[in-house]
C-alpha cells in the first residue's frame, strides 16, 4: 500500500506564512514527479506547484515568487513553503506523486487534503 500523508495546514492572516509537508510511504521503488495542486470551493483542482526527482520545479503564475517547493528524496518528503499569503490562496491543498512500486506499477496517488485559509 502507498499512501502520502499531508500536514501543515491552517488558518493564517494575509500576508503570513504556511509550510505544508508531505510523505510518501509503502513499498516504493521510485518517485517521480511529485507536486501540490489546490481546489477553492466551486472550482477546478488547480496545479500549484510541481518538483521532479531532479529537483526541477514549475510553479503556477500567481505563486511565483511567493511560494517555494522542496525535496528530500531520502525521506519521500516534499514541502510547500507559502509566504505572502492572500485570500485567495485559500483552498484544500493536496499532494500528488507519480509512484513507481517495488512490482514496478506506475501509480497516481493523492493525499487527502490539508486546509489552508487565509483571512483578509
Known amino acids: 500500500q502507498v499512501q502520502l500523508v499531508e500536514s501543515g495546514g491552517g488558518l493564517v492572516q494575509a500576508g503570513g506564512s504556511l509550510r505544508l509537508s508531505c510523505t510518501a510511504s509503502?513499498?516504493?521503488?521510485?518517485?517521480?514527479?511529485m507536486g501540490w495542486y489546490r481546489q477553492a470551493p466551486g472550482k477546478q483542482r488547480e496545479l500549484v506547484a510541481r518538483i521532479t526527482s531532479d529537483g526541477s520545479t514549475g510553479y503556477a503564475d500567481d505563486v511565483k515568487g511567493r511560494f517555494t517547493i522542496s525535496r528530500d528524496n531520502a525521506k519521500n518528503t516534499i514541502n510547500l513553503q507559502m509566504n505572502s499569503l492572500k485570500p485567495e490562496d485559500s483552498a484544500v491543498y493536496y499532494c500528488?506523486?507519480?509512484?513507481?512500486?517495488?512490482?514496478?506499477?506506475?501509480?497516481?496517488?493523492w493525499g487527502q487534503g490539508t486546509q489552508v485559509t487565509v483571512s483578509s
Open positions: 500528488n506523486a507519480q509512484i513507481v512500486d517495488i512490482a514496478r506499477s506506475s501509480l497516481d496517488r
Open positions: 509503502g513499498r516504493i521503488s521510485r518517485i517521480n514527479h
